[in-house]
């Protein structure tokens, strides 16, 4: 139980901010929102993570709304390396729960 | 130069044989993680460990187990009775996880397991 919703697949083109979305409706008042990206037969990759306010480093900003239900990650300048699978994932309190992610293509 | 390291990168294994995957990290973490990964799937929690000496069963640890001897290493076995044991394994290491805290997971580079 990921208890996180993403879309199974998004494309965007070389250049362009990527917006990736993430509903977690059920997210209890002390859970992060982590971002996670894989790419193919890697292991996964930490991007970003944020509890209430939104959040930007040198990877993508995480935008989290006022009622914590959902969030966006953006990459801003996206390039073809960024093509991967990424992973929102909403803490628990020893674990974390990978669903299946958002194919992101990045086309040139 | 910190990190994880699994070995090998590709295992293969005849039915009915146990087989030991390593996992090694020197970034003086406390916990440790084993998650399974099926094509096209995200991850599964096996084991983890909080501590030395101490682990703590996932959502799927049948067919698995773990010993937790050094801080460093965090090995998985997957035995005889894991009924579908191919699949990309992931090892996962983090600073001690405390309820309200933040903290990242760094992963290996995993270590792709096939049974024939």
């Known amino acids: 139980d990921a208890k996180t919703t993403q879309p199974t697949s998004m494309d965007c083109a070389e250049g362009r901010a990527a917006n990736l979305p993430c509903n977690h409706s059920t997210i209890s008042g002390n859970e992060y929102v982590y971002w996670y990206r894989q790419i193919h037969s890697q292991g996964p990759q930490y991007i970003i993570h944020?509890?209430?306010n939104n959040e930007t480093n040198e990877m993508a900003s995480l935008i989290i709304t006022e009622d914590r239900k959902s969030s966006t990650l953006i990459l801003p300048h996206a390039t073809l390396r960024d093509t991967a699978v990424y992973y929102c994932i909403v803490r628990g309190n020893n674990d974390m729960r990978f669903g299946a992610g958002t194919r992101l293509t990045v086309k040139p | 130069d910190g990190g994880i390291t699994q070995s090998p990168k590709y295992l293969f294994r005849k039915e009915g044989q146990n087989v030991t995957l390593s996992c090694e990290q020197n970034?003086?973490?406390?916990?440790m993680y084993w998650y399974r990964q099926d094509p096209g799937q995200g991850l599964r929690l096996i084991y983890y460990s909080q501590i030395v000496n101490d682990f703590q069963k996932g959502d799927i640890a049948e067919g698995y187990s773990v010993s937790r001897e050094k801080k460093e290493s965090f090995p998985l076995t997957v035995t005889s009775a894991q009924k579908n044991p191919t699949a990309f394994y992931l090892c996962?290491?983090?600073?001690?996880?405390?309820?309200?805290?933040?903290?990242?997971?760094?992963f290996g580079p995993g270590t792709r397991l096939t049974v024939t």
């Open positions: 996962a290491s983090s600073i001690t996880p405390r309820t309200g805290d933040s903290y990242e997971q760094y």
């Open positions: 944020g509890l209430k």
């Open positions: 970034l003086n973490h406390d916990a």
